[in-house]
């Protein structure tokens, strides 16, 4: 009897269990598929294996993503100027009052330069300052020296309904003083044109410059010429750059926009660039000519860019969509100018005539290293916009009662931070006080040094160590030469996986 109950009892808790097991398998699978869904919701990365290293990367180096969005964040302002623009600009501000203060400084015959980081969020900004503390260079940023300097603010960046915006909203709020909704270019958000404060400037016979790594259509520069409710119809933005005729010098990538349908950039001799690309254009227009028959001078590389004739207009194209990375550049691209270089040729351009001038200088790549939530390019991106403005900066200098100097960026990409890290108990720092106490810390709060390090350590773009690794042993070795730290045979295994089996996070 006791042994039947015995075995009865032994059943029963086995049965209970199984059920306790299975339910537990299937609570973490929903729980699992939970997580991913919610997560997704906010991390739409290119691919996984591009969230798997992204991690293995914040483990390693603290350096902390929330999205790969764009957020709600304040961005930075600085400026300097006559006061009666500047003090317009210091506080907490709104996108559009920049694009009204850039119109009240075109209709006083000011010269403008504006330099925009895109994406650049106060964290973004901070990554060369910190940088400048940990090698003790008492020499500050330009984003430091112009904010001490002039004025200092914070930009709130909405659109008229939302608290997130993107480059074309936010591009138009900066360009024409007006919010209106995402994706919207030059219009407002019932669809009617707004002037920009270029158009303007050009009505007013100034000369005008528009510098991007991004493409020349892309949402920024259109912001500044085009008029269209869709930023993604980008065919129609580079025609209506053509037909603007508000732009003296044009300097960016996106040549793929402006020559006809069915042909390759290296159909075209005459051009002498090093391109090969496919034509992404829906008709026969080839812009180029178009451009030539309206009497600006083309060119497609650094050499030609320095050989440009003063006295005509412009239109230079530098790459087929965007412009290399910074983090990325190397003997295969040094004809491809960097945007300082692009920036300080369109400054002499523009320069130096009876007539005013104004320019827009974007730093586009900013962004596009932070929606790849990827820190070292971020970093080497800000540093381009630190030399941008050194130039810009340097043509301010030359006549400061009569030049508007503004930085600013358009909205935060990413939710950056560095945040400290716990220490397992046994790792804590410990330090012995002079009065015999013994002080404890288990957080560790990332020492210059070892951020200088890291920032040090990395070569190339995240996606460009994953595309260029096909193996375990050569991704191993890839993450170690080009982002400076080891990885474990089994984060190997899986990244790989997750980059061959496992393409899409999320369709
Ligand atoms: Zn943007």
Redo the contacts with the bound molecule.
């Keep these: 009897m006791i042994k039947r109950i015995y075995q009865i009892v032994c059943i029963v808790l086995f049965a209970g269990a199984i059920t306790a097991c299975v339910q537990s398998t299937a609570k973490e699978t929903e729980l699992h598929e939970n997580l991913v869904n919610s997560e997704s919701e906010f991390w739409f990365q290119r691919s996984i294996s591009h969230v798997l290293l992204n991690r293995i990367v914040s483990k390693k180096t603290q350096v902390v993503w929330s999205t790969n969005f764009h957020t709600a964040a304040p961005v930075p302002i600085g400026a300097v100027g006559p006061e009666k623009y500047t003090k317009k600009l210091q506080g907490i501000i709104q996108n559009d009052s920049i694009g009204r203060v850039l119109k009240e400084a075109v209709a006083d015959n000011m010269n403008v330069i504006l330099v925009i980081g ?2 650049m969020g106060n964290m973004h900004m901070a990554l060369p300052v910190y940088k400048r503390y940990a090698e003790k260079n008492k020499k500050p940023t330009m984003f430091e020296q112009i904010m001490k300097e002039g004025t200092c603010g914070y930009v709130y960046t909405g659109t008229s309904r939302g608290l997130v915006t ?2 074309a909203a ?1 591009g138009t709020a900066i360009a024409c003083g007006q919010k209106t909704l995402m994706n919207m270019i030059g219009v407002d958000s019932t669809g009617m044109m707004l002037e920009s404060a270029m158009s303007l400037a050009k009505k007013k016979n100034y000369k005008t410059a528009l510098v991007t790594d991004a493409g020349i259509t892309d ?2 520069p259109a912001a500044f010429y085009a008029h269209i409710f869709d930023r993604d119809l980008e065919n129609r933005v580079a025609m209506q750059l053509l037909l603007c005729d508000e732009v003296d010098v044009i300097f960016g990538g996106g040549a793929s926009r402006f020559i006809p349908k069915g042909t390759k950039f290296s159909d075209f001799e005459q051009y002498a660039g090093q391109f090969d690309f496919d034509s992404s254009r829906k008709d026969s227009l080839n812009l180029i000519e178009e451009f030539k028959k309206k009497s600006y001078q083309f060119c497609c590389s650094t050499e030609q860019l320095e050989q440009l004739k003063k006295e005509k207009k412009v239109l230079g194209l530098f790459a087929e969509g965007g412009l290399p990375a910074p983090i990325n550049r190397d003997s295969s691209t040094m004809n491809i100018p960097t945007v300082k270089e692009m920036g300080e040729k369109a400054l002499e351009l523009i320069s130096n005539n009876q007539s005013p001038y104004f320019a827009m200088i974007e730093c586009a790549r900013i ?1 596009w290293e932070a929606h790849d939530n990827d820190i070292g390019a971020v970093y080497e991106a800000v540093e381009d916009m630190n030399r941008v403005l050194e130039s810009a900066y340097a043509y301010y200098k030359k006549d400061p009662e009569k030049t508007l100097l503004i930085f600013t960026s ?2 935060e990409t990413g939710g950056l931070e560095i945040a400290y890290r716990k220490m397992p108990k046994e790792e804590a720092f410990r330090k012995k006080l002079a009065n015999g106490d013994e002080w404890i810390n288990l957080t560790n709060p990332l020492s210059y040094k070892q951020y200088l390090t890291n920032l040090n350590q990395q070569k190339k773009t995240v996606s460009k160590v994953l595309s260029g690794s096909h193996s375990t042993q050569e991704l191993k070795q890839n993450i170690h030469r080009l982002l400076g730290f080891k990885i474990t045979d089994e984060e190997a295994e899986l990244l790989l996986y997750s980059m061959t089996d496992y393409k899409k996070y999320k369709d």
């Design positions: 895109d994406g993107g480059s936010s949402a920024t962004d358009d909205h």
